[in-house]
């Protein structure tokens, strides 16, 4: 293949690139539409398990419904009271399965009598300071770390949240991928039938025409006409390189045509548009940026005050996945089709920052992660994000594209010179509430005639404001 | 023809007309069938091989094929974020942290700029009041830290060690000799917990002595004062204040008493309502002070001692030169005129001239010597020093702890180092394996200033915060955390400043303002100071040597570059061009042209266009220095020579950095002032000099005037506007009509510009090193110095005059006629400069023409224009075609002949890891091939723009800076924004004085010079 695209010059690599490109683009539509179809497909034996899953829990529910209504005064839990209540307030430091900042809190009402929970939860430092054994015991097993008080949870709130501690765990729904890989028909078998069938048709019009034309000289030779036959002509290779003019336009039009491939192919070289490279932790910005909307500058807080982005540091991803250890299983199923665990990636994370999920505490054993650097800049050229973040106030996007759409992030503009110029012709400064344009825009719009400046009016055109 | 009948034989088998070899070779190359067959082995195998001819031509296209599309393809670069990001750091946002360089020779408060955590440049700390100086050595400090060559950690025996092992052998050496004197050998440390540290020392180890040690001495000015005012210290002096200076041998703009003088004197210089400075320079080298001077006086220093005696009053001037003898009266008479505005000062290595002049200042009231407030940088006292060097040699010192110090490279007697190996205890604290620690039983590796905690006191009152601005490199430890350890103490050196620091100097004040300011200034007294026994004043020791028949007088001296010789492999310091002679990596013997011309010696350019000169031995008594260059110096008192220190050293200084001579090994009893004689020897030294032209000819590079000129007459008359001729009339260069461009709208906006003021600039070459930090100029090399590729975007011109005064060139230029007869002759005469001429200094870098002559010959348009004025240089577009630097009239452009980084053959900074730290990532490194010059420092610029923006404010006035700006000590250099009206640049520009290099060329820079205005008035 390799020997092939240099053979052929560089019209193969175009080809080649682009094909693949298509085949890129083609094959996410089918992810697409596969997800869709697996929905699809996957609504009849969910609903099946489903049922079947209802039989089982109700059995196990009504069990322990049963158990705790030995110990609790019948009342009106509402469960999905509690589970809001629970999202809303306890979910920063514990999991229901899973030991967090503080203990899995499953059927903790098993463990603990109400009115011990009832104190705890409303002020556990007081328990703790009022010597309580049970309460300095609990303190003690969690490292020290202090419970927020939430006094203003009444009874019925916390039994509403302890009602919603016994919802069990769900199997974890393994997203049946193989089933119903049911090939895409309709439109594009029809066409090749159509095309199919179409070529039939050409083919048996060929062969009559042969036929007939045949037929005709047979019946043309038995009436004894005379068919004349034509004086054999100069092929026309032959012709053609006869004709000594021809072939000089012919060869300056190749000469031309190869020129501007190879000028077009060349111009690409060290244009890195669309590069995506595997990074040793599979981060989504699809998933961070996308469906949870955090703002950019979150992370990459530099960019408002610096010419760099920047890279977060871990102990950044650490605001968030001290307590995300895990993902949703929907997200988990999305991974899959992106042949990711996502958990795993967690787990990376875990390892590169030194955080022990066991003990919920830092080993201090670090393996700085090594970004692939996707967006590179050559060294002569100086670019300042605080510029155009702050100070112009562009979308990140208007550069780096639809990352929030990005599960794996590429390199969106092409980021060549003329890329710059363009958009610095065409973006107008934004001086409004900046008192440094105040003067240079009254006498710059003064003198071009202009209430809008853009960035080259501006001197944004200048070799060496980027140069240096 | 004879030549045809000549036969040659091959060999004596020719001689056979019937060898069968001969028939054989007839028809066949070899006489022998070649073995093919045994050479590539079996045939049959070889046929059955898998990889045909064909295929292995497959396999080459392949891979060519394959490596040459790989080579399409972008390397992958790695972004490693911190794991933990500690909070003050903003990736790409520089921060600055203050603090205090102490080597012992050098003394300044500085602000150091960060990157990530990485010291990349040395800027001055506006909050000091004190004169401390931020010369070209300190700016240069940041990259001695990244030294390649340093010592990694301790070592024992020469081995490499842990801090436990030494920490238990010194401990154990030390109780073993508790009854045996033990020398702890510092620097000037001027740290006040230090000393007190110090003492701790001393009170668990009584043996112990503390003696301090100032490589380059200013014992004589020390007892001097210390008899006079009974405490150690030097008087310090607000140059400022005096109206006439007269100076004898003393280089008060150089390194004289520790330096840092040239800002005050500067002010004094520039003339202010008709009024400036008068300064008489009586000296034997040509320095930066006699440079500047408004009459300079070449005097041996056997005659300095009788000028001195004559100045302060009872001495007489006989005996001296006619012309010596009347600058004499001439400057006592002014002097006497001046009163308390009048300061006389010395350089003279005797305590009776150094009290002669703490008297005469004292007697008159002089306003510019402050007494009350001496200056601390300096505590050595030689005579102790002596005493410890015998000591060693004749074996009553058993042990010696250096600090700071080399006395084995430094110390004026061969024997010392052969007693040195043979002590029961060497100890030597040191950042690199010098010639003291190589032969040391005992090295603990000290980290570098910018590593340290710390604090100095630099004058009475005035205390500076030492804090480190990067983790230690190396596994070092600094010497008070060494002094605590071995004391006992258990807390950290920080701890115990901070704790020193409020108990004794804040006074309630906060610390952590104080670390942040890095100065802080409280009239306290600090009784811990240890004081050295007063001396007695015996003139045993300070008097000068008497000169000897048939020699010279040799004056040692420090140079700009290095000093004392402490940062010798540093080569910013090496490649820095002394401001006198323009000449780098090298020290030399300066000798007068008469003088020279008595021995035989010559300077003498060479095919290349480089300088190449004769070598001398030196010697004084028994001690020859042998093979040392000689440079012909204009200006130096004929009878006397100078030779710099801190030159000569090898132990751990890469090689290419071993140049000069050691010339300690004359510092005899640690006078500057010594006897030689010297011998010529054969040989040719190549120096490395960059401007072999040394008079302007006549020409008004340099536009010089009078103070009295610049009072009375018409600015036209003393700094007028060329004309030029059109149509046969005389017009303005400056005139609309004289102009072939058509203009830049520069009116929009900024516009900066650039304001040289010839009047302050003393030549000191700190804007070169900060030029060279904040640019990542690259270092060459002597070699290609010598060929006048040096990559300085800034270069101080020196200029002499080849009259007595410039004056006098123009003269001589415009009174001689006819060609053959006069005008030919003069100018002849005319390139080679006076015995004692004027001298005149002119940084130059890119002028930033508004008509740049560069941009109009650049076929690539590389070199551009931008509407703020400066002249824009795009190195990825720049193909080298060198027509830019050729029709530059300035010749600033500098051109990339080689790639001077990551490149084996220019094995400096740049080609090391450690080294390439310091580069600043704003600014691209370039590459082989392109032309580079001077930004304006545009990406300073360009960040204080956009630091307003961010802010939403407009941009103060005081906020626009270059480097050279910011480094100048003395205000020479003056940057900002034209279009400003009420800044301080405008106002230069408007200034009489203002003139453009080269304004009859019609080039219309944004750098301009100030006119320099000298005081010649004798009475």
């Given at each position: 293949?390799?020997?092939?695209?240099?053979?052929?010059?560089?019209?193969?690599?175009?080809?080649?690139?682009?094909?693949?490109?298509?085949?890129?683009?083609?094959?996410?539509?089918?992810?697409?539409?596969?997800?869709?179809?697996?929905?699809?497909?996957?609504?009849?034996?969910?609903?099946?398990?489903?049922?079947?899953?209802?039989?089982?829990?109700?059995?196990?529910?009504?069990?322990?419904?049963?158990?705790?209504?030995?110990?609790?005064?019948?009342?009106?839990?509402?469960?999905?009271?509690?589970?809001?209540?629970?999202?809303?307030?306890?979910?920063?430091?514990?999991?229901?399965?899973?030991?967090?900042?503080?203990?899995?809190?499953?059927?903790?009402?098993?463990?603990?009598?109400?009115?011990?929970?009832?104190?705890?939860?409303?002020?556990?430092?007081?328990?703790?300071?009022?010597?309580?054994?049970?309460?300095?015991?609990?303190?003690?097993?969690?490292?020290?770390?202090?419970?927020?008080?939430?006094?203003?949870?009444?009874?019925?709130?916390?039994?509403?949240?302890?009602?919603?501690?016994?919802?069990?765990?769900?199997?974890?729904?393994?997203?049946?991928?193989?089933?119903?890989?049911?090939?895409?028909?309709?439109?594009?078998?029809?066409?090749?039938?159509?095309?199919?069938?179409?070529?039939?048709?050409?083919?048996?019009?060929?062969?009559?025409?042969?036929?007939?034309?045949?037929?005709?000289?047979?019946?043309?030779?038995?009436?004894?006409?005379?068919?004349?036959?034509?004086?054999?002509?100069?092929?026309?290779?032959?012709?053609?390189?006869?004709?000594?003019?021809?072939?000089?336009?012919?060869?300056?039009?190749?000469?031309?045509?190869?020129?501007?491939?190879?000028?077009?192919?060349?111009?690409?070289?060290?244009?890195?548009?669309?590069?995506?490279?595997?990074?040793?932790?599979?981060?989504?910005?699809?998933?961070?940026?996308?469906?949870?909307?955090?703002?950019?500058?979150?992370?990459?807080?530099?960019?408002?005050?610096?010419?760099?982005?920047?890279?977060?540091?871990?102990?950044?991803?650490?605001?968030?996945?001290?307590?995300?250890?895990?993902?949703?299983?929907?997200?988990?199923?999305?991974?899959?089709?992106?042949?990711?665990?996502?958990?795993?990636?967690?787990?990376?994370?875990?390892?590169?920052?030194?955080?022990?999920?066991?003990?919920?505490?830092?080993?201090?054993?670090?393996?700085?992660?090594?970004?692939?650097?996707?967006?590179?800049?050559?060294?002569?050229?100086?670019?300042?994000?605080?510029?155009?973040?702050?100070?112009?106030?562009?979308?990140?996007?208007?550069?780096?594209?639809?990352?929030?759409?990005?599960?794996?992030?590429?390199?969106?503009?092409?980021?060549?010179?003329?890329?710059?110029?363009?958009?610095?012709?065409?973006?107008?400064?934004?001086?409004?509430?900046?008192?440094?344009?105040?003067?240079i825009?009254?006498?710059?719009?003064?003198?071009?005639?202009?209430?809008?400046?853009?960035?080259?009016?501006?001197g944004?055109?200048e070799c060496g404001k980027?140069h240096y | 023809?004879?030549?045809?009948?000549?036969?040659?034989?091959?060999?004596?088998?020719?001689?056979?007309?019937?060898?069968?070899?001969?028939?054989?070779?007839?028809?066949?190359?070899?006489?022998?069938?070649?073995?093919?067959?045994?050479?590539?082995?079996?045939?049959?195998?070889?046929?059955?091989?898998?990889?045909?001819?064909?295929?292995?031509?497959?396999?080459?296209?392949?891979?060519?094929?394959?490596?040459?599309?790989?080579?399409?393809?972008?390397?992958?670069?790695?972004?490693?974020?911190?794991?933990?990001?500690?909070?003050?750091?903003?990736?790409?946002?520089?921060?600055?942290?203050?603090?205090?360089?102490?080597?012992?020779?050098?003394?300044?408060?500085?602000?150091?700029?960060?990157?990530?955590?990485?010291?990349?440049?040395?800027?001055?700390?506006?909050?000091?009041?004190?004169?401390?100086?931020?010369?070209?050595?300190?700016?240069?400090?940041?990259?001695?830290?990244?030294?390649?060559?340093?010592?990694?950690?301790?070592?024992?025996?020469?081995?490499?060690?842990?801090?436990?092992?030494?920490?238990?052998?010194?401990?154990?050496?030390?109780?073993?000799?508790?009854?045996?004197?033990?020398?702890?050998?510092?620097?000037?440390?001027?740290?006040?917990?230090?000393?007190?540290?110090?003492?701790?020392?001393?009170?668990?180890?009584?043996?112990?002595?503390?003696?301090?040690?100032?490589?380059?001495?200013?014992?004589?000015?020390?007892?001097?004062?210390?008899?006079?005012?009974?405490?150690?210290?030097?008087?310090?002096?607000?140059?400022?204040?005096?109206?006439?200076?007269?100076?004898?041998?003393?280089?008060?703009?150089?390194?004289?008493?520790?330096?840092?003088?040239?800002?005050?004197?500067?002010?004094?210089?520039?003339?202010?309502?008709?009024?400036?400075?008068?300064?008489?320079?009586?000296?034997?080298?040509?320095?930066?002070?006699?440079?500047?001077?408004?009459?300079?006086?070449?005097?041996?220093?056997?005659?300095?001692?009788?000028?001195?005696?004559?100045?302060?009053?009872?001495?007489?001037?006989?005996?001296?030169?006619?012309?010596?003898?009347?600058?004499?009266?001439?400057?006592?008479?002014?002097?006497?005129?001046?009163?308390?505005?009048?300061?006389?000062?010395?350089?003279?290595?005797?305590?009776?001239?150094?009290?002669?002049?703490?008297?005469?200042?004292?007697?008159?009231?002089?306003?510019?010597?402050?007494?009350?407030?001496?200056?601390?940088?300096?505590?050595?006292?030689?005579?102790?020093?002596?005493?410890?060097?015998?000591?060693?040699?004749?074996?009553?010192?058993?042990?010696?702890?250096?600090?700071?110090?080399?006395?084995?490279?430094?110390?004026?007697?061969?024997?010392?180092?052969?007693?040195?190996?043979?002590?029961?205890?060497?100890?030597?604290?040191?950042?690199?394996?010098?010639?003291?620690?190589?032969?040391?039983?005992?090295?603990?590796?000290?980290?570098?200033?910018?590593?340290?905690?710390?604090?100095?006191?630099?004058?009475?009152?005035?205390?500076?915060?030492?804090?480190?601005?990067?983790?230690?490199?190396?596994?070092?430890?600094?010497?008070?955390?060494?002094?605590?350890?071995?004391?006992?103490?258990?807390?950290?050196?920080?701890?115990?400043?901070?704790?020193?620091?409020?108990?004794?100097?804040?006074?309630?004040?906060?610390?952590?303002?104080?670390?942040?300011?890095?100065?802080?200034?409280?009239?306290?007294?600090?009784?811990?100071?240890?004081?050295?026994?007063?001396?007695?004043?015996?003139?045993?020791?300070?008097?000068?040597?008497?000169?000897?028949?048939?020699?010279?007088?040799?004056?040692?001296?420090?140079?700009?570059?290095?000093?004392?010789?402490?940062?010798?492999?540093?080569?910013?310091?090496?490649?820095?061009?002394?401001?006198?002679?323009?000449?780098?990596?090298?020290?030399?013997?300066?000798?007068?042209?008469?003088?020279?011309?008595?021995?035989?010696?010559?300077?003498?350019?060479?095919?290349?266009?480089?300088?190449?000169?004769?070598?001398?031995?030196?010697?004084?008594?028994?001690?020859?220095?042998?093979?040392?260059?000689?440079?012909?110096?204009?200006?130096?008192?004929?009878?006397?020579?100078?030779?710099?220190?801190?030159?000569?050293?090898?132990?751990?200084?890469?090689?290419?950095?071993?140049?000069?001579?050691?010339?300690?090994?004359?510092?005899?009893?640690?006078?500057?002032?010594?006897?030689?004689?010297?011998?010529?020897?054969?040989?040719?030294?190549?120096?490395?000099?960059?401007?072999?032209?040394?008079?302007?000819?006549?020409?008004?590079i340099i536009r010089?005037?009078?103070?009295?000129?610049?009072?009375?007459?018409?600015?036209?008359?003393?700094n007028?506007i060329p004309?030029?001729?059109?149509?046969?009339?005389?017009?303005p260069v400056t005139s609309p009509?004289a102009n072939l461009w058509e203009d830049f709208d520069r009116s929009i906006g900024h516009h900066f510009n650039l304001s040289i003021d010839l009047?302050?600039c003393?030549?000191?070459?700190?804007c070169?090193?900060?030029c060279?930090?904040e640019n990542?100029?690259?270092?060459?090399?002597?070699?290609?110095?010598?060929?006048?590729?040096?990559?300085?975007w800034l270069r101080i011109d020196?200029?002499?005059?080849?009259?007595?005064?410039?004056?006098?060139?123009?003269?001589?230029?415009?009174?001689?006629?006819?060609?053959?007869?006069?005008?030919?002759?003069?100018?002849?005469?005319?390139?080679?400069?006076?015995?004692?001429?004027?001298?005149?200094?002119q940084p130059v870098m890119c002028q930033h023409c508004n008509h740049a002559p560069c941009e109009t010959?650049c076929?690539?348009?590389?070199t551009s224009h931008g509407r703020q004025g400066q002249n824009h240089m795009a190195?990825?577009?720049?193909?080298?075609?060198?027509?830019c630097a050729?029709n530059c009239p300035y010749k600033v452009r500098r051109?990339?002949?080689?790639?001077?980084?990551?490149?084996?053959?220019?094995?400096?900074?740049?080609?090391?890891?450690?080294?390439?730290?310091?580069?600043?990532?704003?600014?691209?490194?370039?590459?082989?091939?392109?032309m580079e010059k001077c930004s304006m420092c545009i990406q300073m610029t360009q960040?204080t723009i956009?630091?307003?923006?961010?802010?939403?404010?407009?941009v103060?006035d005081s906020e626009f800076k270059t480097a050279c700006s910011a480094?100048c000590?003395?205000g020479a250099i003056q940057f900002g924004d034209i279009n400003d009206h009420s800044s301080e640049v405008f106002k230069q520009k408007e200034d009489?004085r203002m003139y453009h290099l080269l304004e009859a060329v019609g080039t219309k820079p944004n750098v301009f010079y100030q006119t320099?205005?000298?005081?010649?008035?004798?009475?």
């Amino acid at each position: 293949m390799y020997f092939c695209a240099v053979i052929f010059g560089t019209k193969w690599c175009v080809s080649i690139d682009t094909k693949s490109n298509q085949l890129r683009a083609k094959l996410m539509d089918n992810n697409i539409t596969d997800r869709m179809e697996k929905v699809h497909y996957r609504n009849l034996p969910s609903t099946l398990s489903f049922l079947w899953l209802a039989l089982v829990l109700t059995f196990s529910v009504s069990q322990t419904t049963l158990a705790t209504t030995v110990v609790l005064p019948a009342q009106a839990v509402d469960t999905a009271a509690g589970e809001a209540l629970f999202k809303a307030n306890c979910a920063a430091c514990h999991k229901l399965y899973k030991k967090a900042t503080g203990p899995a809190l499953f059927q903790v009402g098993d463990k603990y009598s109400k009115e011990w929970l009832y104190k705890w939860i409303v002020n556990s430092q007081d328990l703790v300071k009022s010597g309580d054994a049970q309460a300095v015991a609990v303190f003690e097993a969690n490292n020290g770390a202090v419970m927020t008080a939430f006094p203003q949870l009444s009874t019925a709130d916390i039994d509403n949240i302890l009602a919603y501690t016994y919802t069990p765990q769900k199997a974890p729904t393994v997203p049946t991928a193989d089933v119903t890989a049911v090939p895409t028909t309709g439109g594009g078998l029809s066409n090749d039938i159509i095309l199919v069938a179409l070529a039939l048709v050409f083919l048996l019009l060929v062969i009559m025409l042969f036929l007939v034309n045949r037929t005709l000289r047979h019946i043309a030779e038995a009436n004894g006409v005379v068919v004349e036959e034509t004086e054999k002509r100069t092929p026309i290779w032959k012709a053609f390189i006869q004709n000594q003019f021809l072939v000089l336009v012919a060869a300056i039009f190749l000469l031309l045509s190869g020129a501007y491939f190879a000028y077009g192919w060349m111009m690409q070289v060290g244009v890195d548009q669309g590069y995506a490279p595997v990074q040793p932790i599979h981060y989504s910005h699809r998933i961070h940026a996308g469906s949870n909307q955090i703002d950019c500058n979150y992370c990459h807080s530099s960019a408002r005050r610096s010419k760099h982005s920047g890279i977060p540091s871990l102990n950044v991803c650490m605001n968030c996945h001290k307590s995300i250890a895990e993902v949703a299983p929907e997200t988990l199923a999305e991974g899959q089709e992106f042949g990711v665990d996502y958990n795993n990636e967690i787990k990376k994370l875990y390892t590169a920052v030194g955080w022990d999920e066991a003990s919920q505490a830092y080993t201090g054993k670090t393996e700085p992660v090594k970004w692939v650097r996707i967006h590179n800049l050559p060294d002569f050229v100086y670019f300042n994000h605080s510029q155009h973040v702050t100070v112009a106030g562009q979308q990140c996007q208007t550069c780096h594209g639809p990352v929030q759409e990005m599960e794996i992030m590429s390199q969106f503009a092409p980021l060549t010179m003329g890329w710059c110029i363009t958009c610095h012709r065409e973006t107008n400064v934004q001086v409004e509430d900046n008192a440094y344009y105040d003067k240079i825009h009254e006498e710059l719009s003064k003198k071009y005639g202009v209430d809008k400046l853009t960035a080259a009016q501006m001197g944004g055109l200048e070799c060496g404001k980027c140069h240096y | 023809m004879m030549a045809s009948n000549k036969k040659y034989w091959k060999s004596v088998e020719e001689l056979d007309q019937n060898s069968s070899m001969i028939k054989t070779l007839k028809q066949n190359e070899f006489a022998e069938p070649i073995p093919t067959d045994e050479f590539l082995g079996n045939k049959e195998t070889m046929e059955a091989s898998s990889t045909t001819r064909r295929d292995f031509l497959k396999y080459v296209g392949f891979t060519t094929a394959a490596a040459s599309l790989a080579a399409c393809e972008g390397p992958v670069i790695k972004s490693i974020p911190y794991v933990v990001a500690p909070d003050e750091i903003i990736p790409g946002v520089a921060n600055y942290y203050a603090t205090t360089m102490a080597d012992g020779f050098d003394f300044a408060n500085v602000l150091v700029k960060t990157r990530e955590g990485r010291p990349i440049k040395i800027e001055r700390n506006d909050l000091a009041l004190h004169n401390g100086s931020v010369n070209a050595r300190v700016h240069a400090s940041v990259l001695s830290m990244y030294d390649k060559n340093r010592l990694t950690g301790p070592k024992l025996d020469g081995n490499d060690a842990s801090w436990g092992d030494l920490d238990a052998a010194v401990a154990g050496k030390l109780s073993a000799m508790a009854d045996k004197e033990v020398v702890l050998l510092t620097q000037t440390l001027a740290s006040p917990s230090t000393a007190q540290l110090i003492a701790e020392f001393k009170t668990k180890y009584p043996n112990v002595r503390h003696v301090v040690y100032d490589t380059v001495s200013s014992s004589e000015a020390l007892d001097a004062f210390q008899a006079k005012y009974s405490t150690r210290g030097l008087a310090d002096y607000d140059f400022s204040k005096a109206e006439v200076i007269v100076s004898v041998g003393a280089d008060f703009i150089g390194d004289w008493q520790g330096g840092g003088y040239e800002a005050g004197y500067a002010k004094g210089r520039i003339p202010k309502n008709g009024k400036m400075s008068r300064h008489i320079q009586f000296e034997a080298n040509m320095s930066l002070s006699g440079a500047n001077a408004d009459k300079r006086v070449p005097t041996t220093p056997s005659q300095q001692l009788q000028v001195l005696q004559a100045l302060v009053g009872n001495g007489s001037t006989s005996g001296l030169p006619e012309k010596v003898a009347d600058a004499v009266n001439k400057a006592k008479g002014q002097l006497q005129k001046a009163g308390n505005k009048g300061v006389l000062i010395t350089g003279l290595p005797n305590v009776a001239a150094q009290t002669m002049v703490l008297d005469y200042n004292e007697g008159v009231g002089s306003e510019a010597m402050n007494t009350s407030h001496p200056k601390l940088t300096s505590m050595g006292s030689a005579t102790e020093v002596i005493n410890v060097m015998n000591g060693v040699i004749s074996g009553s010192v058993k042990g010696l702890i250096t600090v700071g110090v080399n006395p084995v490279y430094s110390f004026p007697n061969a024997a010392f180092a052969e007693a040195y190996k043979k002590l029961e205890m060497t100890l030597a604290f040191a950042m690199k394996e010098d010639e003291t620690a190589s032969l040391a039983q005992m090295v603990a590796a000290t980290p570098h200033y910018l590593e340290s905690w710390g604090d100095v006191q630099t004058k009475k009152g005035v205390f500076g915060l030492v804090q480190p601005t990067i983790r230690p490199l190396f596994n070092t430890r600094q010497l008070q955390d060494c002094l605590l350890n071995w004391t006992g103490n258990s807390s950290s050196y920080y701890d115990y400043l901070k704790s020193y620091w409020q108990t004794n100097i804040l006074a309630g004040g906060s610390w952590n303002q104080a670390v942040h300011d890095g100065v802080y200034h409280t009239d306290i007294n600090l009784d811990v100071e240890e004081n050295v026994a007063v001396m007695e004043s015996s003139s045993a020791h300070g008097a000068l040597p008497k000169p000897v028949q048939g020699g010279l007088e040799l004056t040692l001296y420090t140079k700009t570059g290095l000093g004392d010789g402490q940062q010798a492999n540093n080569p910013w310091l090496q490649e820095l061009p002394d401001p006198i002679t323009r000449t780098s990596w090298d020290n030399y013997l300066t000798m007068s042209a008469a003088d020279a011309a008595e021995m035989g010696l010559k300077n003498y350019s060479v095919a290349n266009g480089a300088m190449n000169g004769n070598y001398v031995n030196v010697k004084m008594g028994e001690v020859v220095i042998e093979r040392v260059p000689v440079l012909v110096q204009p200006g130096q008192a004929m009878g006397s020579v100078g030779l710099a220190l801190g030159y000569g050293r090898k132990a751990a200084i890469q090689s290419e950095m071993q140049t000069g001579v050691n010339a300690y090994a004359l510092y005899n009893n640690f006078s500057a002032v010594q006897n030689v004689t010297i011998e010529k020897v054969e040989g040719e030294h190549e120096f490395a000099c960059v401007q072999l032209h040394n008079t302007m000819m006549g020409r008004d590079i340099i536009r010089e005037t009078t103070l009295e000129i610049f009072n009375t007459k018409d600015k036209e008359v003393w700094n007028g506007i060329p004309m030029v001729s059109k149509d046969h009339q005389e017009i303005p260069v400056t005139s609309p009509d004289a102009n072939l461009w058509e203009d830049f709208d520069r009116s929009i906006g900024h516009h900066f510009n650039l304001s040289i003021d010839l009047n302050a600039c003393t030549g000191c070459g700190a804007c070169v090193i900060a030029c060279h930090a904040e640019n990542n100029v690259p270092v060459v090399g002597k070699s290609e110095m010598r060929r006048s590729r040096d990559m300085h975007w800034l270069r101080i011109d020196r200029y002499y005059s080849s009259e007595e005064s410039f004056d006098g060139d123009l003269e001589k230029k415009e009174s001689a006629e006819g060609w053959f007869t006069g005008e030919r002759k003069a100018l002849l005469e005319m390139e080679v400069a006076s015995a004692n001429p004027q001298v005149a200094f002119q940084p130059v870098m890119c002028q930033h023409c508004n008509h740049a002559p560069c941009e109009t010959v650049c076929p690539v348009a590389a070199t551009s224009h931008g509407r703020q004025g400066q002249n824009h240089m795009a190195y990825n577009r720049c193909v080298g075609t060198r027509y830019c630097a050729n029709n530059c009239p300035y010749k600033v452009r500098r051109f990339n002949w080689f790639l001077y980084n990551e490149n084996d053959e220019f094995d400096y900074y740049m080609n090391n890891d450690l080294g390439r730290m310091v580069l600043n990532p704003d600014v691209v490194v370039r590459s082989r091939g392109v032309m580079e010059k001077c930004s304006m420092c545009i990406q300073m610029t360009q960040k204080t723009i956009l630091d307003a923006k961010r802010d939403g404010r407009p941009v103060k006035d005081s906020e626009f800076k270059t480097a050279c700006s910011a480094a100048c000590e003395t205000g020479a250099i003056q940057f900002g924004d034209i279009n400003d009206h009420s800044s301080e640049v405008f106002k230069q520009k408007e200034d009489n004085r203002m003139y453009h290099l080269l304004e009859a060329v019609g080039t219309k820079p944004n750098v301009f010079y100030q006119t320099k205005v000298r005081n010649i008035n004798e009475a």
